[in-house]
């Protein structure tokens, strides 16, 4: 048992060592300062991707994804889940292997199940994580940074008078 306890533990350095710090857009300062070329230069630089940490997931898991992006809590919370139900599908077969009686082993069919609906549900939500957090980080930054780019702004407005009609308008926004 403590060789499987000190395997998990070098397991879980090794995945938390891809963690990145950014400590550098960590500070509540506003970038007044600069001309727009500078400011969307910065951005660019500094703007997180969300194919790598995506692929990551999807393909590896374990959260390295997450902590490749440099979100340490979505990393660590998708790293214990998919620990846990790892754990809960290995005592689910185990209990399942040492069953002799001839009834059903409820304990281990729980355990299996629940370790893979736990298992299935990370997965999911180590799917959406990247972009969440990606999302998250890109708009703090453009807040920081002063300037907003551009995009579409579509409304929808439904009139109920007499003359009922479907309206629909579409904004083209550029606001540095």
Same mark, same amino acid.
């Given at each position: 048992?403590?060789? +499987? @306890?000190?395997?998990? @533990? *070098?397991?879980?350095?090794?995945?938390?060592?891809?963690?990145? &710090?950014?400590?550098?857009?960590?500070?509540?300062?506003?970038?007044? %300062?600069?001309? +727009?070329?500078?400011? +969307?230069? /910065?951005? $660019?630089?500094?703007?997180?991707?969300?194919?790598?940490? *995506? !692929?990551?997931?999807?393909?590896? =898991?374990? =959260?390295? %994804?997450?902590?490749?992006?440099?979100?340490?809590? %979505?990393?660590?919370?998708?790293? =214990? &889940?998919?620990?846990?139900?790892?754990?809960?599908?290995?005592?689910?077969?185990? &209990?399942?292997?040492?069953?002799?009686?001839?009834?059903?082993?409820?304990? =281990?069919?729980?355990?299996?199940?629940?370790?893979?609906?736990?298992?299935?549900?990370? #997965?999911?939500?180590?799917?959406?994580?990247?972009?969440?957090?990606?999302?998250?980080?890109? #708009?703090?930054?453009?807040?920081? !940074? %002063?300037?907003? /780019?551009?995009?579409?702004?579509?409304?929808?407005?439904?009139? !109920?008078?007499?003359?009922?009609?479907?309206?629909?308008? @579409?904004?083209?926004? $550029?606001?540095?």
């Amino acid at each position: 048992m403590k060789q +499987v @306890l000190i395997l998990i @533990l *070098f397991f879980v350095c090794i995945i938390v060592s891809f963690a990145q &710090s950014y400590a550098e857009m960590a500070s509540n300062a506003v970038v007044t %300062g600069g001309n +727009v070329d500078n400011k +969307v230069l /910065l951005y $660019k630089v500094n703007k997180k991707d969300i194919l790598a940490p *995506f !692929l990551l997931n999807f393909f590896f =898991g374990f =959260g390295i %994804g997450s902590f490749v992006q440099g979100d340490i809590t %979505g990393g660590l919370l998708v790293l =214990g &889940s998919e620990i846990l139900s790892l754990s809960l599908v290995g005592c689910g077969i185990y &209990s399942l292997s040492q069953h002799t009686g001839t009834s059903t082993p409820t304990l =281990g069919l729980s355990l299996v199940s629940l370790g893979g609906i736990t298992f299935f549900v990370t #997965r999911i939500a180590e799917m959406i994580i990247p972009f969440t957090y990606a999302s998250s980080y890109n #708009r703090k930054l453009q807040e920081k !940074l %002063g300037m907003f /780019l551009g995009g579409f702004k579509p409304q929808f407005e439904i009139n !109920l008078n007499e003359n009922a009609g479907l309206s629909f308008e @579409l904004a083209f926004t $550029k606001k540095y």
